[in-house]
Every structure is written in structure tokens, then in C-alpha cells.
């Protein structure tokens, strides 16, 4: 199943799942050795070698041969040409480098393959394609990245998309031939110098530990990926039929270059290249935890999240090597530092294995349980065990063999964490052998002293633990309930009404005692503690405006973490925007929502106590109540499960299409970001279509880049729902669209606040034309029909009085 796992056994995959398994790689470079030359197709006859190499038809990529890093090792290699960060995608001979170039040829051979050659002639690789004796067989390099080797005009007999070795690439498939039974597999490189290395896609370690799943492929996109179902570049296809089943993206906009890959820590990546910056940039990253990804820290060591060093090593291990640790390379893991004599005395009397203990542990997989009746027997009998590494005792014996890995630092009252009992050599624990007994010594000098003094202290914890649980009780405001799970089974009728799911969880319809109707959201990938979550709780439910979801309960009940908020019988302004096709949303009632949904946020970030950032403002998260009035939902949810903002890569959070650019460009996150999605929201609040959608001839364009221009074009009235015919206010619907240009400018500092969002909305301050935003300017210069051109005085701050944003 596995086709690289001789190279790279330790490395993360991807498959897909289901009676087929496909496994995605990357490998991504930005300092490889890469000579320029003359650029040819490959014909019957004619060979590469050298720093020769072969250009697709309009320059996008290029084919040859390239030494990775500091390596000395040579591949043959497909690699963007277009962009001055060489980025690797298809690598031919990744198992069987070769030290030269100048004798090695790459070729196509008699039967028809391609063949490379090392200096005696000896093949290194070859296509494997069909055999074919015509004259007219030629490998040609296409602009999509493909290598085609073909036979006339018409007859593909091998292509590099059907044996992925590095990207992902728009336009390729990830599948199986239902007839042949073959797969395409592949694995991440090993390190950035050496390439060793159900309808669903998942993650994998070593080809057997998952840790990630997409969810199943339900008609439209993958269940546990919402980014796949929302507005994007992209459009994701899957395909189940009798010949192949297989898996496809493509990019709306010719002008985006993006790749998908897992890099050696194992985390899946999607990337695109900025022309602003000319860099690669992250926009989704699954999973978000990084300690999810199976044996981050390598054997014994130990991945904590909240650590500004992701992985440490065991108490009595050290890093092997320890140089790889220090470029953040954890994959080696840890080594003991001294021996296990395996047994409880050694053979000089001296004193021999013992146990450590290492509480709040995620516990390893794969334990093998045994019979014993007490925790006592359980130490023993992995004393016993020379093999013996590990052992728990929770509602019954388990131990372990061999190497420990997935080793994680848990919070308190999360309900995976346990209590692991690690084997160690007596000279590694924290005392020496001669304080120890020293420590006994005096221990057992006063005891009888300690012993009174106990009585005392633990009657003083009992009332200290008493009082601090009844003000933890009161802490609760008289309008926030506490509730029980059992509890939340009634309400919910065991959770039998589901109204959706998001980010954050599942919400279901409840009704309390007094028929009041609830939505209760059950958490998922909460990393807080059962203190702090009531404390945030507690901070969230203070937080009341009209214009924001009341939240009026909770739950904390070992692992299970529920809210309970106020029930909008309006639903939420996606379902009437996008879903329903309803007529009820005319101007008035959605000029009506914009300023509430301004307010609201405008509450979260200058009013509360501290700032309150949403981070994922779009249609799906404003609810309305009865009356259509609108209410910011899920708000202060980053925090309350402890998400950490300060590793902007492994935590960005929001949907595409929304996303601000500082998510993605590694600049501090600030309130500005919800600004630019509230501008992002209003476009399709004008115009009732999602951010990707399709134009007048039936072509898909990123509605924004459209939409901008044409308010400085001054065209708004074609911006405005159809459903309308043209009935709504002109001086509103300009104010509104002016406003969405100015809060989607690439610089958070050209936006407004929301405050200022509010006052021009209600008509306090005016606002001047909007310039065109530079990162959409970007996206569509190429495009015939988008022509705008900066002028130098267009960037001004919009902020300063002075200028032209208000007047």
C-alpha cells in the first residue's frame, strides 16, 4: 500500500481512504543549485544532460537537473521558472540520486520510454510507460506542470500527474484506476536535502497512524474541511466511476499560482505565491494543532503546545542529535542518557530501575493490557518485562514496549490526559542516589512533627477547596447557567435536532424548563483547562449588546465543553442570502442589518474590557432574530478554547475568501482583520452572490476584484442584487459600497475602525472613493476587462483627516 516506505518509513502521507489509498507529498526548496540554459522538448534521438533543461510552451515551468540545499547529490527535477524562489514539484529519480551531470542523460529510449542514464550508461530511472517503437515519440513539458510523454499527436502513454512526487498541482488528480488497481502514492521528503523518504483524505504516519481526516466527499466538498465548501479560488471535484475514482482542484484565476503539500513536520499546507511580497504564503494549514501531527517530537520526546520550544525530551533523555533540535528538527527524537539495567537491584546491590511519573499525558497508542489487581503489580510486572518502557495504571494495567511516541503536555481536566509512570535508570532521576537516602533520612527525623502539621493543613485545604468551589458556583451570573450534560440530553432530546455545524462544533435546538428555545453548541478542540474555561465563560456572558448572541449557559464536564446561547428564529444571514433564494431580504431590511452587524462589532473591539477580536466574520456566523435584526455569533471563541495566536502559521483561523492579508503574511493580528472580512460580507450583502461566483458569459471570477472596480468606476447600481430591479437607495447603497472598498485595503492601516464604519453608515461622516485595493489590483491587471491603474497619491492614510477618506 505503502510505495515509499522503504525511503522514508518515518515520514507523514496522505491517502485517500475507502478502498483506495493515495498518499500526498511536498518537497519545497528555496536555495537549490539550478543552472539556466537552452530550453528543447525531448524527441526520439535527443537526451538532456547537464544544465540543460526543457521550458513549457509559455515559460511557466521548467525540467532539468538540480541539487537541493547543501546537498551533493543531482535529481531531475520539474520546478516553477516564473518566480525567483525555485520551488521544486516532480522529482524522477528522488530514491536514486546521481553525483554528476555531465555524463548523465536524460533520454527517450528505444521502446519509447524516458530514461535517465548515469555516466556508464547505466539506467538510474525510467517512466515504466507502454512500450512504443514510433519515431514520433516526445516528451513535452506543459504549462499546467505535467511531463507528457506521447506518442503522435493524440496519444498520451505516460504523464508525470499520474506519479505525484512532490505538489499537489491544480489540475492534477490524486486516485486510483478502478480497473488496474494502481494508486498513486507518494511521501514527504525525509528533510529538505534528501527526498527519501472511504472517499476521504488522511493523514498519515509511517502509513498506518492517522492522525487527520478531511471527512467524507458528501456531493459538494469534504465534511470536515469547511474551507472546501465556501467561496474560493478553487474548485474541487470529485470523481467515483467505473474506470478511476480520484480526487481534482482547479484554480478560477489563471493568475494565481498555488501549490498543496505536507511538509516534513507532517502538517498539511496550501500556499499561495504573492506577487506584493514574492513570497510563498500559507493559507491553510490542517491539522491546526501542530502537537496532532503523529510523532511530532520523534521517540520520547514530548510535543507541548504552549511551549515556545514545541518539543522537549523526556526527563532522563536527550536530544539525538542534538544539532537537528536546534534548526527545530524533531523527527530523531530522544535518547536515553544512561542504560536500563533491567531489573530492581543490580547485580552489585546498588540501586536499579525506577519509575518517573508525568502526569497531564496524552498516553501513548497501542498499550498492552494486562490482568493484575492494584497499580503496584502493574510497576512490577513491567519491571519484569525487559522491554518493558512504560506504564499506566487508570481503570486497569497498561504497559508499553519498545519506543514511546505521540507524547504529549496536556492541560488540566482535559479528558485524554493521564498519568504515564516512564522507566529510568536509578542516576537519572532529579536527586543522586547518596541524596536520596539522605532525603529518607531526614523524612523519617520528622515525621511525627510533619504528621501533626498535616491534620491542620488538610483541614485548612478542605475549607479553602470548599470556599473556592462555592465561589466558583457564585461566580456564575444569575443569568448564566450551569448546566449538566444530563442536563443538556433533555433539553436537546439527546441532540436530536442539529441547526449546523461550524468551526467550533455542532449546534442543536433546545428548550429549557420554561419553553424558552436555546441553541446549544457541543465544542470541539477545546485546549483549556476546567478553570480558565469557566473563567472565559464567565467574561463572554458579561459581554450584552443587542446587536451581539447572548450567551446563557455552559457545561464542563471532563472533556465535554457546551454553551448555551439564545435561539434565533431568523436563522443566519447565510441561509437567506445564499441558500433559500429569498425575496424577504430587500434593500431596506438589509441596510437595516449592515449598521446592527457594525455595531455589534464595533462593541467587540472598543468597548469591552479588553479587545475582542472575532477572526471569522462571514454570513454563516450573523444571526437574525425574528424581527431581522442582526447578531454577531461565535464571538471571543478563539480564546475560550485557548487558541494561540502568536504561531500565525499552525493557527490561522477564518474562511478563504475572508481571510485579511496579515493572516497570511505573518504580521500581528488586530482588530483590522475583522474589518476586512465585515468588507468582504458587504459585497455580498449587496449583491446576493457568494465571493466566487460567475460572470454575465457564464466564465467563474473572484466577485470582489470585479465588484471593487466597479465602484471606482462609479457603476454601483450593477453591483446591486437583480431581485431588487434596481429598488434601493442610491446614497445608501454608494455609502455602503465605498465602505467595503476602504475596509479591504492590503494595509490595515488604510482601513477605518468599525466605529468609524458606524458613523458613516448612519451618515455622521461621509466617505470619499475608494482606490482600488492593491492585492486585487494584483489578481486582475492581466484581465482584459479590469484596467485600473494606481495613482501615487491613492494611498494615502485614510485615517488622516487631511486626506480624502473623511470628508
Known sequence: MVLFHAFAPMDAEIRLCSSLSIFLLFFLFSSLKIQHCVAIDISLGQALSGNQTIVSKEGHFELGFFTPGNSRNYYIGIWYKTIPVQTVIWVANRATPISNTSSAELKISEDGKLVLLKSSKIPVWSSNSTPSTSNSTV???????????????????????????????????????????????TTSWENPENPDGSNQFVLLWNGSEIYWSSGLWNGQYFSAVPGTRE????????????????????????????????????????????????????????????????????????????????????????????KEWEFNVWKSGCMRKTSLRCSNKSSTGGEGDRFVEMTNMRLPANPQNLTVGSAKDCEQACLNNCSCTAYAYVSGCSIWTGDLRNLQQLDDGDGRAGALHLQLAASDFPASNSSHKLVIDLTLSVIGGILGISFVLVGLIWAFQRRKQIWMEKQVDGSLIQFTFGDFQRVTKNFSEKLGSGGFGSVFKGTLIDSTEVAVKKLEGFRQGEEQFRTEVSTLAAIQHVNLVHLRGFCTEGSKRLLVYEYMSGGSLDSHLFQNKSTVLDWKTRYQIIPGIARGLAYLHE?????????????????????????????????????????????????????????????????????????????????GKRNTTQSADGRKIFYPSWVAAKVVEGDIFSLLDHGFKGAADLDELTRVCRVACWCIQESEAHRPTMGQVVQILEGVLEVSMPPLPRALQLLTE????????????EYNDPLDQSQDFLQ
Not at 498520451?156 to 488497481?181: A, C, E, K, R
Not at 500581528?668 to 449587496?686: A, Q, R
Not at 492581466?782 to 484596467?787: H, K, Y
Open 782 to 793: 492581466d484581465q482584459s476587462q479590469i484596467r485600473y491603474h494606481l495613482s501615487s497619491t
Open 139 to 185: 516528451a513535452v513539458l506543459l504549462d499546467t506542470g505535467n511531463l507528457v510523454i506521447s506518442k503522435g499527436s493524440n496519444t498520451t502513454i505516460w504523464q508525470s500527474f499520474d506519479h505525484p512526487t512532490g505538489t499537489w498541482m491544480p489540475g492534477g488528480w490524486l486516485g486510483v484506476n478502478n480497473i488496474t488497481g494502481e494508486y498513486q502514492s
Open 607 to 687: 468597548e469591552c474590557r479588553e479587545c475582542i477580536i472575532h477572526c471569522d466574520i462571514k454570513p454563516d456566523n450573523i444571526l437574525l432574530d425574528k424581527d431581522f435584526c442582526a447578531k454577531v455569533a461565535d464571538f471571543g471563541m478563539a480564546k475560550l478554547i485557548g487558541r494561540d495566536f502568536s504561531r500565525v502559521l499552525t493557527t490561522i483561523r477564518g474562511t478563504i475568501g475572508y481571510l485579511a492579508p496579515e493572516w497570511i503574511s505573518g504580521l500581528p493580528i488586530t482588530s483590522k482583520v475583522d474589518v476586512y472580512s465585515f468588507g468582504m460580507m458587504l459585497f455580498e450583502l449587496v449583491s
Open 231 to 322: 467561496s474560493t479560488p478553487f474548485n474541487f471535484t470529485f470523481v467515483d466511476n467505473m474506470q478511476r475514482k480520484y480526487a481534482m482542484y482547479t484554480i478560477l484565476d489563471s493568475s494565481f499560482i498555488t501549490l498543496c503539500f505536507i511538509d516534513s513536520s507532517g502538517l498539511l499546507r496550501q500556499w499561495y505565491w504573492l506577487n506584493s511580497t514574492q513570497k510563498w504564503q500559507t493559507v491553510f494549514t490542517q491539522p491546526l494543532a501542530q502537537c496532532d501531527v503523529y510523532s511530532l517530537c520523534g521517540a520520547f520526546g514530548i510535543c507541548d503546545q504552549k511551549s515556545l520550544n514545541t518539543c522537549r525530551c523526556s526527563h532522563g533523555f536527550e536530544p539525538a542529535p542534538l
